[in-house]
Structure formats: C-alpha cells, structure tokens
C-alpha cells in the first residue's frame, strides 16, 4: 500500500539557517509527489510538485525538492528560512486513483 | 491559480443539528472533489471522493450516511453533517481537481478549510 513517512515531528532553526525537511515514501509505480504547506487554521497551499524528468524541482517562496528514486525520498529544502516560513509541512503522494495520501507533517519552528 | 472556496470558514452548532458546507471551484470545472477532515495537530484524512453527478466514494469507516456529499455540478460540492456530535469536531477540507492525472489541469486546489465545532 502507498504511504508517506515524515520523520521529523517537530524542526526549529535559526532565521537565515538552512532548512531539510524529510520525506519518504512508498509507492510501486513512479509517483507523483508533492510539498504542501498549511498555516494555522487555513488551508494547504502547494509548494512544489513532482511529475517526471528533472529530479530537483523548484516552488515557490524559495523552496526546492528533491526526488531520488534509489532512496525513495523527497525532501524539501530552502538555503534561508525566513520567520514566515514557521508553518506545518505535508509531504504527499497521489495514488493511481488521483487521491492524495498525505505524510504525518512537520512542524516548523523559526528562532528569531 | 485557480481558487477553491469553502463555505462557512467557521461554525459553530448545537449537537443534533445538521451542518452544510460548501466547496466551490471559482474558476475552472472540478469534475472531482474530494473532502478531508484534519484533527487538531494532526495530517489529512481523506473521506470521500465527490464526482461531478455520481455517489460518493467513502474511504473504510467513514459513515455516508453521517457525512452527506452532493456534487450537483462542476463547480459545487456541498458535505452536510449530519445529527452532529461533539466528537464531529475538526477541521474539514476540500480539494478539487480538474481532468488529467499530473498535468496541470489535474492539480488539486485545496479550500481554506471550515472548522467545525459541535456543542
């Protein structure tokens, strides 16, 4: 069965501090896979997604992912966060029946 | 992008009432909708799949006839809960998608969420 794993509950980092946030998945065929990010009490806004050819994708608001098939991850990653970006993280993939199977989320804490 | 709204951001009702919300592509045709419920602290649990002038396809243990989905149209999918209980209490959220897996057309919208609370 398809899955998703985030391993990391919980991150804080410094403003300016680089940013990785972990994700696994499971899935038999190639997956399409994708970044959410939610802000308290709203919805998800997309980040990011991956559908085929370049593995290093770009989003918005300076945010990048990386698929890599051998390790079945996508982690996301900014060079510097800023406070802003203190939010809840869903990592998700679509199944074949286009439903997306999200990760358990991570939340992001920015230190001033 | 193309916008999903939802409708009422907030409600608040007694137990044993009944609650709607409303889940509208504003710009493009969902010929999907699908609707999430999110507990405090917690990911998206899918409920159901609405299709454009079909039934909805509920996930195991969802009860449809608790959580009544209508897709009356490509730009409308309402979710009406039904005799709620306190323990209904949680965020809802819907997503809607338009027509081809992984393109863009295909891409899931998501609703701000509607938060439901039941005295």
């Known amino acids: 069965a398809q899955s998703v794993t985030q391993p990391d509950i919980h991150i804080t980092v410094s403003e300016g501090a680089s940013l990785e946030l972990r994700c696994n998945y499971s899935?038999?065929?190639?997956?399409?896979l994708f970044w959410y990010v939610q802000s308290p009490g709203q919805g998800l806004q997309l980040l990011l997604k991956y559908f085929s050819g370049d593995t290093l994708v770009q989003g918005i608001k300076g945010f990048e992912a990386e698929f890599k098939r051998s390790q079945s991850s996508f982690n996301l990653r900014k060079p510097s966060v800023h406070w802003s970006d203190a939010a809840e993280y869903f990592c998700a993939v679509e199944d074949s029946s286009y439903k997306l199977i999200f990760g358990s989320g991570t939340r992001l804490l920015v230190r001033p | 992008g193309a916008v999903v709204s939802q409708h009422p951001s907030w409600v608040i009702c007694k137990s044993g009432t009944s609650v709607k919300i409303e889940c509208r592509s504003l710009d493009f045709q969902a010929t999907t909708m699908f609707w999430y419920r999110q507990f405090p602290k917690q990911s998206l649990m899918l409920m159901a799949t609405s299709n454009e002038g079909s039934k909805a396809t509920y996930e195991q243990g969802v009860e449809k006839d608790k959580f009544l989905i209508n897709h009356a149209s490509l730009t409308l999918s309402t979710l009406t809960v039904t005799s709620a209980h306190p323990e209904d209490s949680s965020f809802y959220i819907c997503?809607?998608?338009?027509?081809?897996?992984?393109?863009?057309?295909?891409?899931?919208?998501f609703g701000e969420g509607s938060r439901l609370t039941v005295l």
């Open positions: 997503s809607a998608k338009g027509s081809g897996r992984g393109s863009n057309t295909g891409e899931l919208f």
């Open positions: 899935y038999g065929a190639t997956p399409y």
